[in-house]
């Protein structure tokens, strides 16, 4: 994350970069963030800890780093041919993310980093901003099609779809099925769609 501070001294290479996150992600998926430690990432990557320790101040800001560098949230945003259909798409593929092991190592990192604002919220912004405009991308083509009210701001309606799936996230409930998905989109679109 770019507006985190790093410490003097020569960064690592991008090629340890890499091989840090490469190990990262394998032992969060292995043990989770609670158990990995940053002898066993500076083992497995092969590099020292002093090396680590020169680019993060502890695990789970280098956990973060390394789950922005694996996992991207863009996915294609298909056109199906109408906004619900395309919201239905798009949303179900977040379910599944958030129901995947990468889902549950986000929910470890945001658990584990509550105390610890000043790294969450820039980590939890950029994860933000990509939904964002990954959802703009809909709305977008929904409004060329002329299917919604242009009369409505976008960012509200994008936070109402997304809101729902992020929650479930962070609970103990269960991903939103395609039938619960599909019934949601389709009550928001009842409130928006062009008169």
């Known amino acids: 994350m770019d507006n985190v501070k790093r410490k003097p001294g020569r960064p690592p290479s991008q090629h340890s970069r890499q091989a840090i996150f490469v190990a990262a992600m394998k032992l969060l ?3 989770g963030l609670r ?14 800890k002093a090396t680590i320790y020169r680019w993060w101040n502890d695990k789970v800001q280098m956990s973060m780093d390394a789950f922005l560098y694996h996992v ?4 294609i945003i298909e056109d199906k041919g109408n906004f619900v259909d395309d919201c239905a798409d798009w949303f179900g593929k977040l379910n599944q993310f958030y129901a995947s092991e990468e889902g549950h190592i986000l929910a470890q990192i945001i658990i584990e980093s509550q105390s610890a604002q ?3 919220l820039p980590f939890q912004n950029t ?22 009210d242009d009369q409505i701001p976008a960012d509200p309606v994008i936070e109402l779809l997304y809101s729902p799936s992020s929650a479930r996230m962070l609970s103990s409930k269960p991903p939103l099925d395609d039938n619960a998905n599909l019934e949601m989109i389709r009550i928001i679109y009842n409130g928006i769609k062009k008169p």
């Open 29 to 31: 998926k292995e043990q």
């Open 35 to 48: 158990k990995m430690t940053i002898d066993k990432v500076a083992e497995q990557a092969g590099v020292s």
């Open 72 to 75: 991207q949230l863009e996915g």
């Open 118 to 120: 000043e790294l969450l």
């Open 127 to 148: 994860l933000h901003d990509l939904l964002l405009s990954k959802c703009r991308v809909i709305w977008d083509r929904a409004a060329a099609r002329g299917e919604v």
